[in-house]
């Protein structure tokens, strides 16, 4: 408790500091349509911190299981299994304390669970169900940060994520409120398949999964990627989990992270800081001036042109 009441001191410091940023709201991006084959990819839009800690304590969130081509751009489909159809899932926002109700409807072929790190609960609570049935989770979002949320099948729950089956979960702190900042969600995944003749992976390769070997490596199931605009000066605020495999070793270009909120821990003026696979970070970087500063794995750079790089664009 006297770790995480130093972190709350310090965020209420680090707003205090910060109280005249220029608060920008953060883009909004449309639904997914109901049909994976159409479905939105890109980072969903936050509610953020105010909305969702006014709102009710009780926060429900209804997830569809689905299987499907999805678009990563590049002329590239993937066969995945998805949540709602989007790879990653879609972002589930809680503030601390929440009673959270999550439902998963099951309409794919096969059984799949969920399970997501912000809830400690009886692991069996996390499934399977089986296909056309619906597993309800529900606990109290007692923790602070961003974490992983997953399918959930016992013995062969890697192979499940792999296979598209992830996404984010922020769980806004109480009592405190974060700087004025943009804001995005950062999701950190692979694919294991190659791509066919036509540009299609169908599903992918368990040999290499088991190998942690991936074809590519993305930042929110996408291999191009939109720039996002920014103003110089301004705060960006970073919700990133790594799904893996590997440590995501997270830096920007031409930037240095102001503060890193990882668990009970603030840090400052970080270069790079390691994500652990199946954990998230909050990550904030100031853009000191116009111009363009890239998120990239700094361990992965090879997978730079494959959408494992995402710009913000600085104007005045």
């Not at 361990?299 to 959408?307: A, R, V």
Request: hydrophobic residues 40%; aromatic residues 6%.
């Amino acid at each position: 408790m006297a770790a995480y009441a130093n972190v709350i001191a310090t965020l209420a410091a680090l707003a205090v500091i910060d109280g005249c940023a220029r608060e920008r709201p953060a883009e909004v991006t449309p639904a997914a349509d109901p049909s994976i084959a159409a479905s939105d990819l890109r980072t969903p839009g936050l509610a953020g911190q105010q909305v969702t800690c006014a709102g009710p304590r009780t926060k429900t969130f209804a997830l569809t299981v689905r299987e499907g081509e999805v678009d990563l751009g590049m002329a590239t489909r993937f066969h995945a299994w998805t949540y709602d159809g989007r790879l990653p899932g879609p972002t589930l926002e809680a503030c601390e304390g929440d009673t959270v109700t999550i439902t998963v409807h099951n309409t794919a072929a096969i059984a799949h669970g969920l399970d997501t790190h912000a809830l400690t609960i009886d692991a069996r609570k996390f499934g399977p169900t089986e296909p056309g049935e619906t597993l309800t989770i529900q606990g109290t979002a007692a923790t602070p940060g961003v974490f992983m949320y997953h399918c959930s099948v016992g013995p062969v729950t890697d192979i499940h994520i792999k296979s598209g089956m992830h996404g984010p979960m922020i769980v806004y702190p109480r009592g405190v409120a974060l700087r004025p900042a943009y804001e995005a969600v950062v999701v950190q995944d692979a694919i294991f398949g190659e791509r066919d003749a036509d540009g299609v992976i169908l599903g992918g390769d368990t040999q290499r999964m088991k190998r942690n070997d991936p074809e590519f490596r993305l930042f929110n199931g996408r291999l191009e990627h939109e720039p996002r605009h920014v103003v110089a000066g301004e705060l960006v605020r970073l919700y990133l989990v790594n799904v893996g495999p590997g440590v995501s070793a997270a830096h920007v270009v031409g930037g240095m992270f102001d503060a890193v909120i990882d668990g009970s821990t603030i840090i400052h003026a970080v270069q790079t800081y390691a994500v652990a696979p199946g954990a998230g970070a909050i990550l904030e970087f100031r853009v000191p001036e116009p111009g363009e500063f890239v998120l990239v794995d700094h361990d992965q750079l090879g997978f730079l042109p494959l959408g494992l790089g995402l710009r913000f664009v600085a104007e005045r």
